[in-house]
C-alpha cells in the first residue's frame, strides 16, 4: 500500500446497523485510527451510508475525525446509497480516481459479508488494487465475517491489519508522521 496511492472507503458504519454486529467499539476504534492515520497522510477518506433514513448516520465517533463529513452533492465524502455494493453510487469511486490518480482502495466497514463484499468485488472487477483490512470490519455473525474475508481474498483482494495499513502508508521510521501515528498503537 501507498499514502500517495491510497483512498479510505469507509462502508456503511452506521448509527442502526453497529450496534447488531460483532465488537463493534473495536470496529469503530479501529476505523478512527485508520482516519487518523488518513487525515495525517493526505489519503481521501469516502464515507457511504446504506439507506441512512433507516439505519441513520455513520457513528459520530468517526464523523468527527473526517475532515469533508457532509454529502457528496454538497461538497463533502459522505455519499447515501440504496444497492449493497458502492460503486453504482454516482460513479463517486470512479471520480476519486480520476481526480486524484488513486487506484488503491483500503476497504473497512459493516457487513463484511454484504456491502464490503459487493463493495470489493466490484473495485476488483474495475481493476483497482484492494485492500480490506480485516480488524476493521464486522459483520453480525463471526462466520459471516470470516466467509466474506475468505471470498474476497479468493477474488484477489489483499486481506491486513490496521497496523500494517499504517506502516506500509508511512514507509520509514523516525518521520515526525511514524512518530505521531505510530504513538495511536495501544
Sequence with gaps: MDAARSSLL????Q?????????????????????????????PVIITEQYPKGLGHTAPEILELVEKPGDVATGGNVIAKVAFSAIPADGFIDKVEENTGRDQVV????????CVLQTVMDLIERGREVY????????????????????????????????????????VAGTPEFKELSALIK
Excluded at 466474506?148 to 497496523?163: F, N, S
Design 15 to 43: 448509527e442502526k446497523l453497529y450496534p447488531a454486529c460483532q465488537e463493534p467499539a473495536q470496529t469503530i476504534a479501529n476505523c478512527r485510527f485508520l482516519v487518523t492515520c488518513a487525515n495525517r497522510l493526505g489519503v
Design 107 to 114: 476497504v473497512v466497514g459493516m457487513e463484511t459479508h454484504v
Design 10 to 13: 469507509i462502508i456503511d458504519v
Design 132 to 171: 480490506v483490512v480485516a480488524d476493521a470490519v464486522t459483520s453480525r455473525s463471526q462466520h459471516d465475517k470470516i466467509f466474506g474475508l475468505e471470498r474476497m481474498r479468493d477474488a484477489g483482494a489483499r486481506i491486513v491489519t490496521r497496523e500494517s495499513v499504517m506502516f506500509e502508508w508511512l514507509r
